[in-house]
């Protein structure tokens, strides 16, 4: 449900943008702020309250430094110390899994606009008809050509 009211948020944010640029614009002017201050604040204000380890140590620990890198959208759910005997261990933020899916979504879309998608506005829906396909099919080839169970917990990927 959230991509898909997103979808329909960014379909008309693309349809208002009187250029691609705009667009692209409006997209960086709505993540990346929000992802910024979410980052600072789980690493510089929840973390340091609650790790166990020293602030020198985690501050120096290089998972400090890769949990920063969620800001550029390459996402990393691990703080040194931090919530380290929760039911599921070690996790900071997992909702973040959806910033490099929005992006890689934002890119396609402006991809879309620049074959020109808006002019033949067939081009969106088959692309996302392939795109849905190209995803079956890889999920399928890596669960060796077997559909998952419904009752059973996704295979990690």
């Known amino acids: ?33 929000a992802l910024a201050v979410e980052v600072a604040l789980s690493a510089f204000l929840i973390g340091m309250a609650v790790t166990a380890f020293p602030l020198v140590t985690y501050f120096q620990d290089p998972l400090f430094l890769k949990y920063l890198l969620n800001v550029i959208g390459d996402i990393h759910y691990n703080l040194p110390g931090v919530f380290e005997n929760n039911p599921v261990p070690k996790i900071v933020n997992a909702q973040l899994w959806t910033v490099p899916v929005e992006l ?17 506005k067939i081009l969106i829906p088959l692309a996302a008809l392939g795109l849905a396909l190209a995803r079956l099919i890889l999920r399928l080839h890596t669960d060796h050509w077997r559909f998952p169970n419904p009752g059973t917990a996704p295979p990690p990927s």
């Open 1 to 33: 449900m959230f991509f898909a009211l997103s979808g329909f948020l960014v379909a008309g944010s693309l349809e208002r943008s009187k250029t691609t640029l705009t667009f692209i614009g409006l997209r960086l002017i709505r993540i990346y702020p």
């Open 104 to 120: 890689m979504c934002y890119v396609a879309l402006t991809v879309l606009v620049l074959l020109g998608g808006v002019q033949r």
